[in-house]
């Protein structure tokens, strides 16, 4: 898949003109479309360093002095002088010495080689007000400024330009010579100091690094300022101060860029004292060790998939041995590259990674990730799932029967996890060693407890078997509740009794929460390595009439991104991964994206957004969805990894977040697989009709192709397919291969469907098509009635979308993909009816174009299953973007947003034969 360009034309308000330098408005790259309206003062005053369609790789950057390196520079420096004396000016002509001797003087330098050794000036620059602004000390030598800024020395014969283009044809100022100091206003700036940098009217001042001083062949003063972004600055925009949505920036953080620009010298403002530390997802105590500064930044700011991250040590300030060194509580060895001595247990055994599943569904996000993980040589398993469906969780425990899976609200979920953690801290089981070393001997949760001559009627606590917060027994009253099992009655008796109704069997509290942690029921802050999911945003659906454009979070159906960040911020996973629809992009500008990515940081999360289309990665469905990664400060942040498949892209994307896709930029030709298409997923399935009705049955036929082979295998097969291959697959039963079945009136209607590409109710008698591809009634035609007496045509159809779409009853066709699985199987407004049966599309073969394996059985209604493959994440997404989780939980991830697949991922991939028994423990 690759991305078309899309840079824009420069606007005359992005060039350099003889009013703007006399104006001293610095230029700032403005954000990308994501950060920035296009046609604000800001933007217009800013210079791009990039083009827009080449996000995925670093900006131009100028080697950066080391710490020695520094040193000698600081040693170079003459000593300060006086800019208006003659002493001061040797060697040099003043700028405001009239045109025809700076002219005189610029054709001399442009013909001669310039002097090795250093020239003794001062370069001024008159100022209104009776300021000055001049270089000091001595120049750099010619050899070491060209080793250290080599572009700005390049084609020195072509004199005239007086500037030469970059590889993405930005103008490149060339320089006559480099400076270590300059004065402005009387004030001393060396390399490497922070300032403010004049902005347009009305706007706060741009805050930069000085990282190149400069004249120009045009005699002109210039520095090279490596900009800070304010949180507002940044894509967050408006959400850096949203107080209402539990989000607050520190207004003295700032977020270092590899973005740089020239501005002439006199745009400098003013000194500012900016501190590095080091970030802590402790706010509090990050808070205590901010030292004495007037700004301070802790992460780096990349227009780049949006990406807030730490920042590399080649990016530092040089010299900044005095900037504060904050530590987080828990450093993980595997930050440094050494994850892979801590990930095994001293039994040989991969240490599990905790997943907690929020918004789970029936598990397809999860399943991936671990399957993903484990190729990668981490083992990931789901240890918690939280759902509101009971159909979905019940498919969930059903394929991961070790999962504890929690069928309630995530808002309950939340409380619960607050109050487990109050319960733990009173019983002091935090952290008890002896208590993890003791037996299971009490584990008898589904015995008939023994009938103590316990009078008739009575009642006495046998033992707490379950826990919650809300209102189980729909009783009216919210609060912690736990499962009771009475004395002499088995499991059918068992009821929920609130927590203050127990204050008489303190003994029995306390020894459920013992031996549920042991079991790690429930996760404490800390425990859940990574939490991932889905937030449901039905507010911003358009189906949704009454949407809320001007504040998105105070409806109610959108308030569960919220609770998924406030679980967040309790538990404090390592890492994160957001799912959720591009409309979270598009909706009132972005909001609910913005949110999302502004409370991680506001957390000290490491955060990247990007968009990924399912058939990139081995489907024949588009389906293009939004991921956000989250990582702690101590942790690599994942990268997404790039297509596999031959895709084109659809759009779908919003324009100010289009260079979030993640694909291939245009001048790259990568080596892909063909694109899949329904007949490379379905046709080896077995004849079905309208009233199938087995939830099992044999496949009947081999499969076909290679994807066929692979979603068939089982989990044993997974164990001995690197070094069986396709040869081991086993003989086995085939689940969910059933439709939807259609009323009788539906039934009719697809079978008088043509089985040809591209039929649908367009082809039935009665319809013509009109002008501008809008249908009409056949005027020469009697309306066609079914045996019920309804028509063959129904009017839904007809006026469906002003009658322009080809969609109702629209039949598939082999060579084509799937644009999205939806939940719903109707044919009335959906292209679903299959290429050569007179039936929709069955649950596997819905489940197969969103990569569920076929060992993947659903519970429930046949309706509620198509829901939940509706509703899930495609497998094969999920699996490589568990893969790159796991290259950076393990520290070998790049810096970069982007990263390859191995070739022919998952079917080869090297690591397969030695983790293969994890992968499949993953998935039970």
Same mark, same amino acid.
């Given at each position: 898949?690759?991305?078309r ?14 009013e ?8 700032r790259?403005a954000?990308s479309?994501?950060g920035a ?5 800001a +933007?217009a ?10 996000r995925?790789?670093?900006a ?9 390196s520094?040193?000698l520079?600081a +040693?170079k420096v003459a000593?300060l002088f ?6 001061g ?6 700028q ?6 700076e002219?005189e003087?610029v054709?001399k330098e442009?013909?001669k080689p ?9 370069k001024?620059l008159k100022?209104?007000g009776?300021?000055e ?7 750099v030598p010619?050899?070491?400024a060209?080793?250290?800024w080599p572009?700005?020395?390049?084609r020195?014969?072509?004199?005239a ?7 993405d ?5 060339r320089?006559?010579?480099h400076?270590l100091?300059?004065?402005?206003e009387?004030?001393t700036?060396n390399?490497y ?6 902005a347009g ?7 930069g690094?000085?990282?190149?001083f400069f004249?120009t ?9 490596? #900009?800070f972004?304010?949180a507002?600055?940044?894509v ?5 101060h ?5 989000v607050v ?5 700032v977020f270092?860029?590899?973005e ?6 006199d745009?400098i403002?003013?000194? &500012?004292n ?9 706010l509090?105590?990050?808070e205590?060790? &901010?030292?004495?500064?007037d700004?301070?930044?802790?992460m780096?700011?990349s227009?780049?998939y ?7 040590t080649e990016?530092?300030k ?6 504060s060194t904050?530590?987080s509580?828990d450093?993980?060895?595997h ?22 599943d929020?918004?789970s569904?029936c598990?397809?996000?999860s399943t991936?990730?671990?399957l993903?993980?484990n190729?990668?040589g981490?083992n990931l398993q789901?240890c ?6 009971q159909?979905a969780?019940?498919?969930?425990k059903?394929?991961h029967?070790?999962?504890e899976?929690r069928?309630e609200k995530?808002?309950?979920?939340l409380a619960?996890?607050?109050e487990?953690e109050?319960l733990?801290k009173k ?11 003791e037996?299971d001997s009490d ?14 009627g009575e009642?006495e606590v046998g ?11 729909d ?5 912690l509740?736990?499962?009771v099992?009475?004395k002499?009655?088995?499991p059918?008796y068992d009821?929920?009794?609130?927590i203050?109704g ?5 003994e029995?509290v306390k020894e459920?929460?013992r031996?549920?942690y042991?079991?790690n029921?429930?996760?404490l802050p800390g ?18 009439r009454f949407?809320?454009k001007?504040?998105p979070?105070?409806?109610?159906k ?18 994160v991964?957001m799912?959720?629809?591009v409309d979270?992009?598009?909706f ?6 913005r949110?999302?990515l502004?409370?991680l940081?506001?957390l000290?999360y490491?955060a990247?957004?990007g968009?990924?289309?399912?058939g990139c990665?081995g ?6 969805r939004?991921?956000? #990664?989250g990582?702690r ?6 990268q997404?990894?790039l297509?596999t ?7 779908g994307a919003p324009n100010?977040?289009e ?9 790259q030709r990568?080596?892909l697989?063909k694109a899949?298409h329904?007949e490379d997923?379905i046709?080896?399935l077995p004849? &079905?009709?309208?009233?199938e009705d087995r939830?099992?049955?044999p496949y009947?036929?081999p ?6 082979h692979f979603i068939?295998m089982?989990r044993?097969?997974l164990?001995n ?9 086993e ?8 439709p939807?079945?259609?009323n009788?009136?539906d039934y ?5 469907i043509?089985k040809?590409?591209g039929?649908?109710?367009?082809d039935l ?11 009409? #009634?056949d005027?020469n ?7 019920s ?31 999205t699985?939806?939940?719903r199987a ?7 009816i299959?290429?050569e049966?007179d039936?929709?599309?069955?649950i596997?073969e819905n489940a197969r174009?969103?990569g569920?394996p076929?060992?993947?059985?659903l519970q429930?209604?046949v309706?509620?299953?198509y829901i939940q493959?509706?509703?899930?994440v +495609?497998?094969?997404?999920a699996?490589a973007?568990?893969?790159a ?6 520290g ?8 390859h697949?191995p070739?022919?991922?998952?079917l080869?991939d090297p690591l397969?034969?030695?983790t293969a028994?994890?992968?499949?423990e993953s998935v039970?």
């Open positions: 898949m690759t991305r360009s899309t840079r824009s034309t420069e606007s005359p308000a992005m060039r350099t003109t003889a703007e330098k006399r104006a001293r408005r610095a230029k790259p954000d479309p994501v309206d296009a046609g604000t003062a +933007a005053s800013a210079r791009w360093t990039r083009s827009q369609n080449k995925a790789r670093e131009a950057a100028d080697p950066p002095l080391d710490e020695h520094a040193a520079e +040693a000593p006086d800019c208006s004396t003659e002493a000016s040797s060697g040099c002509d003043e405001g010495s009239g045109l025809a001797a002219q003087e054709e442009c013909s310039s002097p090795k050794k250093r020239v003794g000036c001062s001024k100022k209104d009776g300021g602004t001049c270089f000091v000390g001595d120049s010619e050899e070491e060209k080793q250290r572009e700005r020395y390049q020195k014969g072509n004199c330009s007086g500037s030469v283009k970059r590889v044809d930005e103008p490149l100022l320089a006559r010579c400076y100091q300059a004065k402005v009387g004030v700036y390399l100091d922070d300032a403010y940098v004049k009217d009305g706007e706060p001042d741009y805050i690094r000085i990282v190149e004249e062949t045009g005699n002109e003063l210039y520095f090279t300022a490596q #900009w972004f304010r507002e600055d940044t967050i925009k408006d959400h850096a949203c107080h209402g949505a539990k920036h520190d207004s003295k953080r270092l860029s590899e740089k620009n020239d501005n002439l010298l745009c403002v003013s000194k &500012i900016i501190q590095r530390v080091t970030p802590n997802i402790d509090k105590a990050k205590k060790c &901010i030292p004495s500064c700004l301070y930044y802790d780096s700011y227009l780049a949006s990406t807030f991250a730490n920042i590399s990016n530092s040089a010299g900044s041995e005095s900037s904050i530590s509580e450093v993980s060895n930050a440094c590259g050494k994850a892979g001595s801590d990930s095994d247990t001293q039994s040989g055994q991969k240490k599990v990674i905790r997943l907690l929020l918004y569904g598990g397809a996000m991936g990730l671990c993903g993980a190729l990668s981490i789901t918690w799932a939280v759902d509101l469906n159909y969780c019940q498919s969930l059903l394929n029967p070790k999962t899976v069928n995530a808002e309950d979920f619960l996890l607050i487990w109050k733990c019983y002091r089981v935090i952290g008890n060693q002896s208590l993890l070393e037996s584990d008898v949760d589904d015995e008939v407890l023994d009938n103590l001559d316990l009078e008739k009642f033992k707490l078997v379950g826990i919650c917060y809300g209102d189980p027994s009783i009216g009253k919210v609060g509740k736990f499962k099992r009475w002499g009655y088995d059918s009821t929920w009794e609130p203050d127990l204050s008489n069997c303190q029995k459920f929460v031996h549920g042991k079991k029921i429930l996760p425990q859940a390595d990574m939490i991932c999911g889905g937030p449901p945003c039905q507010g911003i659906s358009g189906f949704n949407r809320n001007n504040a979070l105070e409806d109610p959108n308030q569960q991104m919220v609770v998924y960040m406030d679980i967040v911020e309790f538990l404090k996973p390592k890492y991964l799912e959720n629809v979270i992009l598009k009132a500008q972005g909001f609910l994206g949110y999302a502004s409370r940081v506001s000290n490491q990247r957004l968009m990924m289309a399912a990665y489907l024949p469905q588009f389906r293009m939004v991921f956000l #990664w990582a400060p101590n942790e690599i942040l994942p997404f990894p297509p498949h031959d895709v084109v892209v659809r759009g100010e977040f260079q979030n896709i993640v694909a291939y930029d245009e001048y990568p080596q697989e899949l329904l997923a046709s080896d004849l &079905i009709t309208n009233y939830d099992e049955m009947g036929k499969a076909k192709t290679d994807f066929q068939r089982t044993s097969e164990v397919f690197s070094s069986n291959g396709w040869k081991a697959m003989k086995h039963q085939l689940f969910d291969h059933k939807l079945q259609l009788e009136d009719q209607r697809v079978c008088r043509p040809k590409k039929a649908n109710f367009r008698p009665g319809v013509i098509v009109g002008h501008d591809n809008i249908v009409e #009634w005027p035609i009697e309306r066609v009635l079914l045996p007496g309804k028509p063959l045509v129904p009017d839904y159809a007809m006026s469906f979308i002003k009658g322009r779409s080809p969609k109702p009853f629209g039949r598939l066709w082999w060579d084509e993909t799937v644009p699985v939806v939940t109707e044919p009335h407004n959906q292209i679903i299959h290429p049966q039936r929709v599309l069955s596997r174009l969103q569920f076929d060992f993947y059985k429930g209604p309706k509620e299953r493959v509706g509703n899930a +495609a497998v094969p997404v699996r973007l568990g893969y989780l796991g290259l950076a939980f393990q070998h991830s790049g810096h970069e947003p982007l990263m697949l070739k022919k991922f998952p080869h397969l034969s030695s028994v994890d992968i499949a039970r």
